[in-house]
């Protein structure tokens, strides 16, 4: 059997216009379905990614100032450490400066503490102290002054007041002297 083409040759080109449309348009559809899902999930993606940067600073942000708190306390310990060293150090290398802060505590009269104090390496020591009342400074003044060691020898020269403040139940003064390590 032989088949015989009854359509002419014209509309049979425009069938096969039509079907070659017909592709070209799905391949269209389906690609422009898949590139807009594609930039959908892309954006979408971008968009949680800026939500957890900004999350993740927020919270950067938070324990940054939460460590602010602890960076002065951090200081403090590491200056006590640094000081307590450095008194081990001094107390460890020579008996004479253990003699040297017994005379110092011997000396100071009971109603004044050092806050503060700097010993030089001239041997002159300054400080800070806290006293109860103003003739606290007199005290300090007599008693190192007359502070003697078993050598029957002064233990600290130049004793001088510099600045003080007073208040209702206390009086802060600054005070310099010298050590006189012969006496230790």
Same mark, same amino acid.
Request: no cysteine.
């Given at each position: 059997?032989?088949?015989?083409? /009854?359509?002419?040759?014209? !509309?049979?080109?425009? *069938? !096969?216009a039509?079907?070659n449309?017909l592709?070209?348009t799905?391949f269209?559809v389906?690609?422009a379905?898949?590139?807009? $899902? $594609?930039?959908i999930?892309? *954006?979408?993606y971008?968009? $949680? ?6 999350t $993740?600073n927020?919270?950067m ?5 939460? /460590?602010?708190? &602890?960076a002065d ?6 200056? *006590?450490?640094?000081?307590l ?8 290398? @020579?008996?004479?400066? /253990?003699d040297m ?6 000396a100071?009269?009971g109603?004044?503490r050092? !806050?503060?104090?700097?010993i030089?390496?001239?041997?002159t020591v300054?400080?800070?102290i806290?006293?109860?009342?103003? &003739?606290s400074i @007199?005290?300090?003044?007599?008693s190192f002054?007359?502070a003697?060691?078993?050598? !029957?020898v ?5 004793v001088?007041?510099?600045? &003080?403040q007073s ?9 310099k002297?010298?050590?006189n390590k012969d006496?230790?």
């Open positions: 059997m032989q088949k015989i083409n /009854l359509i002419p040759e014209v !509309k049979q080109q425009q *069938l !096969k039509k079907k449309n592709a070209a799905i269209a389906v690609t379905v898949i590139l807009g $899902a $594609a930039i999930v892309l *954006l979408s971008i968009v $949680a990614r800026k939500a957890q940067i900004a $993740a927020t919270q942000n938070t324990l940054n100032q939460q /460590l602010l708190a &602890y306390l951090e200081k403090t310990v590491l200056s *006590l450490e640094t000081g060293g450095d008194i081990k150090a001094i107390v460890d290398s @020579d008996s004479k400066w /253990l802060f017994a005379e110092i505590e011997k100071t009269p109603d004044a050092f !806050k503060s104090m700097k030089s390496a001239d041997f300054t400080a800070e806290e006293g109860k009342d103003i &003739y @007199d005290r300090f003044m007599k002054s007359a003697q060691t078993a050598k !029957k002064n233990a600290f020269t130049g001088d007041v510099g600045s &003080y208040t209702d139940n206390a009086v802060s003064f600054s005070t002297f010298m050590i006496a230790f």
